[in-house]
């Protein structure tokens, strides 16, 4: 018994289009001989649908695009994920489709509400199981977080399940796969029978989906792993075994490592972000400093250098190396590249401004002065092109509020708001190590961060060294440490506490940042609610 896997890229709303893209997965599994073609979790409304589910137009676009895959799926059986409307409920269901018709539904049991996931807004849970003889086996499906719910899984085996699939949406972060493939392997020793995971692909806003579907034999052991962070339409075999069924054959495909699957994620973030939201083309302000420089490459990555415009923008507090290497690095990409000085617009500001500020001295204001100048200017290109901005602010920065409202916080999308500087440094050095050539010139990975807003500045005049603020930013931010706690790591209290105090005083500011693309266990969107006002003091016992 063949199975295929259709491991697809669904955009949320979309649901013709999603339907179109499933059947075309059903005739291509048609020519491959299968008998089952299974998609992801709610592969037919994309995920997360939000609010979408909620609009009667929706629904109806739902119901006629599950009437026409019933009909292109003629002659060979489908398993598809969908929203599903019943007596006044919605479920999140795996619609078994055969010769036209619904023969079974399975509704997700276990809906998560943490982290990214907020199933129990939406759904109602399911408490039944749907085995379905499929040639001489029955198979059963669950959803996503079912999987990771032993009582759940051993329910579909006592149904009479030989084979279970585990239907996902499941978003990418560091070390997720290896979670993943461990649990499934626990599942399928628990009940002596092979399991398949099924992912989606693709970015949705902030969160990203990397695929990496696989299958697991009776013992546990990964026999099968589609494509990372690509579409594709892969196949297992059912076979009689000595005991019950299994899988075969095998076909791994491989696992990038830490650098290269978070290169990846973001890559596939925005690409997707940009086309999934029709734009052409992006527009980057180039600063001579490595988030600029990261951000660049991993631009031309996802759309080609073609479609990049980078603008630098320099004041008076530019030095000649920043010039010298942003325009290397353009040349070397071969993105079109402007540079436009700040200094005339600056001026005309802060004589605008001259007697309101007559007897203040000068500040952080003239600093973030300049910020807002290079943010509107890029602003102004993307309104009169289309193309765009994306942002070039860090994980580090976000929390500690290093960055200026309606300056370099302006734009569409954030490709490294969920990387640590450190991380930053690690990527540029990875993207390097990869090729063809040197892509961001060594001097940028090298040379002491600087925002060049005042003369001499670094960051350090600001922040404490990156190496000590961010392992205190992820002990807070990634798992809930308290300042005790992050002082028993080895860090001064005095340091622990101002930090912890920035990350709570910012909280205004990262509310008004532009999406990015999530690579960690948390990150600042969905899965971080901290309220603006409060009055919590992380440094009082």
Same mark, same amino acid.
């Given at each position: 018994?063949?199975?295929?896997?259709?491991?697809?890229?669904?955009?949320?709303?979309?649901?013709?289009?999603?339907?179109?893209?499933?059947?075309?997965?059903?005739?291509?599994?048609?020519? %491959?001989?299968?008998?089952?073609?299974?998609?992801?979790?709610?592969?037919?409304?994309? &995920?997360?649908? $939000?609010?979408?589910?909620?609009?009667?137009?929706?629904?109806?676009?739902?119901?006629?695009?599950?009437?026409?895959?019933?009909?292109?799926?003629?002659?060979?059986?489908?398993?598809?994920?969908?929203?599903?409307?019943?007596?006044?409920?919605?479920?999140?269901? @795996?619609?078994?489709?055969?010769?036209?018709?619904?023969?079974?539904?399975?509704?997700?049991?276990?809906?998560?509400? #943490?982290?990214?996931?907020?199933?129990?807004?939406?759904? @109602?849970?399911?408490?039944?199981?749907? %085995?379905?003889?499929?040639?001489?086996?029955?198979?059963?499906?669950?959803?996503?977080?079912?999987?990771?719910?032993?009582?759940?899984?051993?329910?579909?085996?006592?149904?009479?399940?030989?084979?279970?699939?585990?239907? =996902?949406?499941?978003?990418?972060?560091?070390?997720?796969?290896?979670?993943?493939?461990? =649990?499934?392997?626990?599942?399928?020793?628990?009940?002596?029978?092979?399991?398949?995971?099924?992912?989606?692909?693709?970015?949705?806003?902030?969160?990203? &989906?990397?695929?990496?579907?696989?299958?697991?034999?009776?013992?546990?052991?990964?026999?099968?792993?589609?494509?990372?962070?690509?579409?594709?339409?892969?196949?297992?075999?059912?076979?009689?075994?000595?005991?019950?069924?299994?899988?075969?054959?095998?076909?791994?495909?491989?696992?990038?490592?830490?650098?290269?699957?978070?290169?990846?994620?973001?890559?596939?973030?925005?690409?997707?972000?940009?086309?999934? =939201?029709?734009?052409?083309?992006?527009?980057?302000?180039?600063?001579?400093?490595?988030?600029?420089?990261?951000?660049?490459?991993?631009?031309?990555? @996802?759309?080609?250098?073609?479609?990049?415009?980078?603008?630098?923008?320099?004041?008076?507090?530019?030095?000649?190396?920043?010039?010298?290497?942003?325009?290397?690095?353009?040349?070397?990409?071969?993105?079109?590249?402007?540079?436009?000085?700040?200094?005339?617009?600056?001026?005309?500001?802060?004589?605008?401004?001259?007697?309101?500020?007559?007897?203040?001295?000068?500040?952080?204001?003239?600093?973030?002065?300049?910020?807002?100048?290079?943010?509107?200017?890029?602003?102004?290109?993307?309104?009169?092109?289309?193309?765009?901005?994306?942002?070039?602010?860090?994980?580090?920065?976000?929390?500690?509020? &290093?960055?200026?409202? #309606?300056?370099?916080?302006?734009?569409?999308?954030?490709?490294?708001?969920?990387?640590?500087?450190?991380?930053?440094?690690?990527?540029?050095?990875?993207?390097?190590?990869?090729?063809?050539?040197?892509?961001?010139?060594?001097?940028?990975?090298?040379?002491?961060?600087?925002?060049?807003?005042?003369?001499?500045?670094?960051?350090?005049?600001?922040?404490?060294?990156?190496?000590?603020?961010?392992?205190?930013? $992820?002990?807070?931010?990634?798992?809930?440490?308290?300042?005790? $706690?992050?002082?028993?790591?080895?860090?001064?209290?005095?340091?622990?506490?101002?930090?912890?105090?920035?990350?709570?005083?910012?909280?205004?500011?990262?509310?008004?940042?532009?999406?990015?693309?999530?690579?960690?266990?948390?990150?600042?969107?969905?899965?971080?609610?901290?309220?603006?006002?409060?009055? #919590?003091?992380?440094?009082?016992?």
């Amino acid at each position: 018994m063949r199975i295929a896997l259709a491991q697809i890229n669904p955009t949320v709303g979309d649901v013709q289009g999603n339907a179109a893209r499933i059947a075309e997965r059903v005739e291509e599994a048609r020519r %491959a001989g299968a008998q089952l073609v299974v998609t992801p979790e709610l592969a037919l409304s994309g &995920y997360p649908p $939000e609010d979408l589910l909620f609009h009667r137009g929706f629904r109806r676009r739902i119901e006629e695009s599950l009437a026409r895959l019933a009909e292109a799926a003629r002659g060979i059986d489908l398993l598809v994920g969908c929203p599903e409307y019943s007596d006044g409920a919605l479920f999140n269901t @795996a619609a078994w489709i055969r010769d036209g018709r619904r023969l079974a539904n399975y509704r997700k049991q276990r809906l998560p509400n #943490y982290q990214v996931f907020d199933d129990k807004r939406y759904f @109602a849970p399911g408490d039944s199981y749907a %085995a379905v003889e499929l040639g001489s086996a029955r198979v059963a499906p669950v959803i996503c977080e079912d999987i990771w719910h032993p009582d759940v899984v051993a329910g579909a085996r006592r149904a009479g399940a030989d084979l279970i699939f585990s239907l =996902n949406a499941s978003p990418y972060q560091r070390g997720k796969q290896a979670e993943r493939e461990a =649990n499934l392997a626990a599942r399928a020793r628990e009940n002596g029978v092979p399991l398949v995971y099924l992912n989606l692909v693709g970015g949705q806003d902030e969160i990203v &989906y990397d695929g990496c579907s696989f299958a697991v034999d009776a013992s546990g052991r990964v026999v099968h792993r589609a494509p990372a962070f690509e579409e594709s339409l892969t196949t297992v075999d059912l076979v009689q075994a000595e005991r019950g069924y299994d899988l075969e054959p095998e076909s791994l495909a491989p696992l990038p490592q830490d650098e290269e699957s978070i290169w990846r994620a973001i890559v596939l973030g925005v690409r997707d972000y940009v086309e999934k =939201n029709r734009f052409q083309d992006v527009v980057i302000g180039l600063s001579g400093g490595v988030d600029s420089a990261v951000v660049l490459a991993l631009a031309c990555d @996802a759309l080609g250098p073609a479609r990049v415009h980078a603008v630098m923008m320099p004041s008076r507090f530019t030095s000649s190396m920043s010039e010298k290497d942003a325009a290397a690095m353009t040349r070397g990409l071969g993105v079109k590249y402007s540079v436009i000085p700040i200094e005339g617009m600056y001026q005309a500001t802060l004589a605008a401004l001259e007697r309101e500020f007559r007897g203040r001295a000068p500040d952080a204001t003239e600093e973030n002065i300049q910020a807002r100048c290079r943010g509107m200017l890029l602003m102004a290109i993307s309104n009169k092109t289309g193309r765009m901005v994306l942002t070039t602010g860090n994980k580090s920065e976000m929390a500690v509020g &290093y960055a200026t409202l #309606y300056g370099d916080m302006a734009g569409g999308y954030a490709p490294i708001k969920d990387c640590s500087k450190t991380l930053v440094w690690r990527l540029a050095r990875w993207r390097n190590a990869r090729g063809p050539g040197v892509v961001i010139p060594q001097r940028i990975i090298d040379r002491p961060p600087t925002a060049e807003l005042r003369e001499g500045q670094l960051d350090t005049d600001s922040l404490p060294p990156y190496d000590v603020l961010d392992p205190i930013l $992820e002990a807070f931010i990634e798992d809930d440490r308290s300042v005790d $706690e992050i002082v028993a790591l080895g860090f001064e209290r005095a340091t622990v506490t101002r930090v912890l105090e920035l990350v709570k005083r910012s909280e205004y500011k990262r509310r008004q940042a532009p999406p990015g693309v999530r690579v960690s266990g948390r990150a600042f969107g969905r899965d971080w609610r901290y309220p603006i006002t409060s009055g #919590y003091r992380p440094g009082e016992s």
